[in-house]
């Protein structure tokens, strides 16, 4: 199994800063035939399922706002909020569907400072 | 708009069966490139893929799990039904159905998953 290693597992934000979270494959997940990477996020708040952020690492989903951008390739992917706002409290979750099974990191949660 | 909606049984005991359905709306799943996923969750941990059964009929179980665990669909019905046999109270969680995402303007499968259901608790105990 592709193991999903995230870091850190929580971190507190200032309202209006930056929050950044990282998770690292224990293989590569980018595709060479297509030169995608095979990684989502997903945010969870307390009580709701999740909710896709990004996919293909990078794109963003429909509706969700610009303040979310994933980066990275390979092994190693970036979950950026760019300025924290209230609602964004959660865990977060990233997640390769490379291969089967599909794995998911063990979260990070979100507070304010 | 897209729903599911997980159901079954909220206490079961250990070595019993359980068996989950997704009932869902706004797609079909003889459609092209269509996938329904299970997703479970114990309580304040992380998400555990356990199957995703698609289209073509195609399936996919967590190897882990793949001796305990049969995805079927009924595309009539519009439901996604998920048995796991032989159930232990480790087995106790949430357990999510979503759909798998179609293909964006790339043309690629994308095996994430953007709508899920509420989720159905179980608990395992005798």
């Known amino acids: 199994d592709i193991v999903m290693t995230q870091s850190p597992d929580s971190l507190a934000v200032s309202l209006g800063e930056r929050a950044t979270i990282n998770c690292k494959s224990s293989?590569?997940?980018?595709?060479?035939?297509?030169?995608?990477?095979?990684v989502a996020w997903y945010q969870q708040k307390r009580g709701q399922p999740p909710k896709l952020l990004i996919y293909w690492a990078s794109t963003r989903e429909s509706g969700v706002p610009d303040r979310f951008s994933g980066s990275g390739s390979g092994t190693d992917f970036t979950l950026t909020i760019s300025s924290l706002q209230a609602e964004d409290v959660a865990v977060y979750y990233c997640q390769q569907y490379y291969d089967t099974p599909q794995t998911f990191g063990q979260g990070t949660k979100v507070e304010i400072k | 708009q897209i729903t599911l909606k997980e159901s079954g049984p909220t206490l079961v005991k250990p070595t019993q069966t359980l068996t989950l359905t997704c009932t869902f709306s706004g797609f079909s799943l003889s459609t092209d490139g269509v996938g329904v996923g299970w997703i479970r969750q114990p309580t304040g941990k992380a998400l555990e893929w356990l199957a995703v059964i698609y289209w073509n009929d195609d399936k996919r179980c967590s190897p882990s799990l793949k001796s305990r665990l049969t995805i079927t669909k009924d595309t009539s019905k519009n439901q996604v039904v998920l048995t796991m046999t032989n159930m232990d109270p480790v087995d106790t969680a949430t357990y999510y159905c979503?759909?798998?995402?179609?293909?964006?303007?790339?043309?690629?499968?994308?095996?994430?998953?953007?709508?899920w259901g509420q989720g159905t608790m179980v608990t395992v105990s005798s």
């Open positions: 293989q590569s997940v980018l595709n060479s035939s297509n030169n995608k990477n095979y």
């Open positions: 979503a759909h798998r995402r179609l293909p964006d303007s790339s043309g690629y499968y994308v095996d994430a998953f953007d709508i």
